[in-house]
């Protein structure tokens, strides 16, 4: 089944401990990206990456980090997470050149304590 | 960079129709897209317009019009299980990036 993998799908952490939210997508796609959602302000992007080696800061990539090692993996890391990025984080992935939505990730429920 | 509006928030009846208008301003346009979210769960993809005009999938249908910054996203004969968030989200022509609006609660009553 084509499908974007986002582990865990909840996790409540302590402030400055860092921690890696993995995803990984089964569709040989080249662009991947991650998504913040919070009430009122809906998704939106932290980060991205057309391709392996090639990422990009998204609208919000402040206190995030990512890789793009290989084709299906795209981690989301936390170096030293606060409070503020309690949140929703939604993976999703694309194929490019041509007019396709994203498939999302299930999602990943993060409090910072 | 990418400004879209859409209503917080619609109620209707079950069996009737709404339309749900999003506008938006944008740098570089590559196509809109709808999802429908679940509380909780991941956007799904409904629908897409590139070029102006409406299309139709089943009870949903969205129109564009690129000259207006407009779209709609028209759901018929509703259901219990349309209540849902509705995302109007547009996609960037340099970066493959989709810039979502904050989303429409529709809430389907008996």
């Known amino acids: 089944e084509a499908q974007v993998t986002q582990n865990p799908r909840y996790l409540i952490t302590v402030t400055g401990k860092k921690l890696t939210v993995t995803c990984s997508q089964n569709?040989?796609?080249?662009?991947m990206s991650w998504y913040r959602q919070d009430p009122g302000l809906g998704l939106r992007q932290i980060y991205y990456s057309m391709n392996v080696e090639v990422t990009d800061k998204g609208d919000v990539p402040e206190g995030y980090k990512v890789s793009r090692k290989e084709k299906r993996n795209f981690p989301l890391i936390l170096e030293s997470p606060s409070p503020n990025q309690t949140s929703l984080y939604f993976c999703?992935?694309?194929?490019?050149?041509?007019?396709?939505?994203?498939?999302f990730g299930s999602g990943t429920r993060l409090t910072v304590v | 960079g990418q400004n879209i509006d859409q209503p917080t928030e619609m109620t209707a009846t079950e069996g009737a129709i709404v339309q749900i208008n999003c506008t938006y301003q944008?740098?570089?346009?590559?196509?809109l897209f709808w999802y429908q979210q679940h509380a909780g769960e991941a956007p799904t993809f409904l629908s897409y317009?590139?070029?102006?005009g409406l299309e139709e999938k089943g009870r949903f249908s969205s129109f564009l019009s690129r000259s207006k910054g407009y779209s709609y996203l028209l759901l018929k004969e509703l259901q219990m299980k349309d209540s849902a968030s509705y995302l109007c989200?547009?996609?960037?022509?340099?970066?493959?990036?989709?810039?979502f609006g904050a989303g429409t609660t529709v809430t389907v009553r008996a």
């Open positions: 944008t740098s570089g346009f590559n196509g």
């Open positions: 569709m040989n796609h080249e662009y």
């Open positions: 999703a992935s694309s194929q490019t050149g041509r007019m396709v939505g994203y498939t």
């Open positions: 317009n590139v070029l102006d």
């Open positions: 989200a547009v996609r960037d022509l340099a970066d493959y990036k989709l810039s």
